[in-house]
Each structure stands twice: as C-alpha cells, then as structure tokens.
C-alpha cells in the first residue's frame, strides 16, 4: 500500500551545505556524538577513504550501545566490499539492501532506492544527493569532481523521515516483481500562506509502483510560481508535464532557469539526449545553463520562495522506477542561501541561446537525435510516460 502524505511542519532550522568538504565532516561530527540511534539510507555506496571514514564512526557508535541501521540498495552498493560488509556486521550494525538483483529478475532489477539519508537520534537529518563515495568527499580536497549538496534539518519534520526510513526498513526484505505502476494522485498538502513563512518544512516522495507525490509536488510549486523557478538536475530528460510547465511558466514571465550538466558528466548519452528538449524551451523564454567547472550532480528546486531538495532528479526514469524523497521547505534564511548557491553555479556556467542552438554542427545534431532516439525506443518499451 502506499505510504502516508506528510503535512507541512513548523519550527525546523535548514542548513544548506555545499560539496563534500563542507557536508561530510559534519556528518560523521553528528554520528559520532550519537546516544541513542543512526539510521542511513543510500543508493550509492563503494569502498574507498570515505566509506572507511564512515564505517569507522559507525562501529565506534555500535560499540558505545547505539543502534546503528543501514538500508542500502542492492545495486548501488555493489562496489562496497564484503570485508566492510562484514566489519558492520560483525560490530552489531543491522545491514539490509533493497531489492539485491537476482538473475532471473527481469525488470523488477530495474527498481531502485535512490534516497540519500543520515538520520541522528530521531533529531537530525541530512538529506541530499550524495553518496558514500569519494567522488563526493575525500578529506585532502576542498572540491571534488562531484558537485553536490546536503541539507542539515533539525526540527519537528525529522519525525517524518524517520517514519519513512522506517516504513522502508520493514519492506526491503520482500522480493520486488515488475508490474506496470499503479499510480495514484493524492492530494498534496497546499504550503503555510499566512504572512511569510519560516520554518516550514514536509517530506514529499516516491512510494515504489504506488504515488509520485513528489511530481505532484513540484508541478503544484510551478504552477504557483510568480517572478522565479530555478532547476538544477544532473540529468535533463523531463516528462512532457514538466516540460509544458516550464514553458508556461515562462510565457507567463516567470524567471525560468535550468542548471544542467555540462561536458564533464558520467553519462554523455543522458546529456545529449536531454538536448533534443532545448530548442522548445529557449524558444519560450527558458535559459538553460550548462555547469562548466565540474560534474553537476545536485537536485535543487527554487520556486520563488518554496524549496525542494533530496535525491530526486525529476526525470521519467527516476519517476517510473525509484525511490525518492526531497525536503520541501519554506524558511527565509535557506532560501537565501540556495539564492547564494544557484548564483555562484550560474556564474560559472554556459548559457544556451536560441541562435546557438540554430547553428549547432551536423556532428552535434546527429549525437542528439541519436540517444533522443534510443531513448525514446527505451521508453516504449518499458512503457514510460514521457
């Protein structure tokens, strides 16, 4: 059954933090001073300095008496060795992976849980989009090749992600067989509107093959939009929904602002077949910037002053078969700071224009309706909305 709709909170602090030298170390600051409870949830994990980091703050915590659960996915921790897996186990650490692959599993392989969280005592989150790797944090370096962020959360709706890291914790052990979703539209709870709210925040996600919610959320915050809408995702292959807001939200005068990978991106396939979507976008008003200095990999949504940020990327892939969660917030001195954030990233960015687009070489097009193609193919077969 799908999951509960959570209501909007007050009297939570949001602390935004930016790469993995900003957010790590605060992370295992946090776990080591646990008393009572860690609880992580995490698509990508794989050996290296940062998971060593992590493991030995974890161990440290199990033998000091708390209880320490890790729910990661059975695809995404494949690189995680069994000497660390055993190492947790060993030090009392309850391990469980959602949905390991089996070989005779077909398409339910295909379903994942991409939610990135560390949760503290039922007292703290983080909650982002990175992993347990060092292409996010490795301690000698400032920046890594990996650009991310992770929001600190503290208040009254840290109860709701421990609800839902729990609700997860009790169904990882059934085995998953793919079926078409049977989605569900729910009603999402409007935002506070008296006065300026501060404070605010829910958590807002995917429920596996039940509700997206969390796409509900974000088209409701587009629609509402007034002066801006500002998107970063690392990968741009957006439902026909999303795009259809964006440009009427464009039409409307909004400032609508795409931050997207650049030619530094892990999946150069995903890139150029996000592209196909530009000319329609930029013919709309829509500025589209690609992040130059780095691998792009945050998933942050500003709709004037209404935040979203967490694991999901909004795209058709992402909606059709993972798990997801986003912090969705309403707090002055965040907003503020996201502000900071997208700036300084669109600073450092190149900017689409239409006469660009139009002069585009025969080699740049090929590329594009090449993986357009094959994604469209991917689609039908799988039988994506997109």
Known sequence: ??????????????????????????ILQCMAGARHSIDLEFYLVSSGATSAAVIQVLVAAAGRGVQV???????????????????LQAAGIQLRFYNPLRWLGGRGNLHRDHRKLVLVDAQEAFVGGAGLTDDFYQPEQLNTYWH????????????DWLDLFERQWRLCGRRLRWQPPRLKKVRVPPPPVSGEPTGYGRVSYTDASEHREIMQALLAAISRTEQRLWLATPYFLPSWQVRRALKRAARRGVDVRLLLCGSITDNPAVRYAGQRFYRGLLKTGVRIFEYQPRFLHLKMVLADDWVSIGSCNFDHWNMHWNLEANQQALDRSLTTAVVASFSQDFAQCKEWTYAEWRRLPLWHRAKIGLWGRLNRLAMLWFNIRG
């Open 1 to 26: 059954m799908a999951g509960p709709i959570y209501p909007w909170h007050g009297a939570n602090r949001f602390s935004l933090l930016i790469d993995g030298g900003a957010f790590m170390p605060r």
């Open 69 to 87: 659960r890790c729910l990661l996915d059975g695809f995404g921790s494949a690189q995680l060795d069994q000497a660390e897996r055993d190492q």
């Open 148 to 159: 991310e962020i992770m929001l600190d959360v503290q208040g009254p709706v840290v109860a």
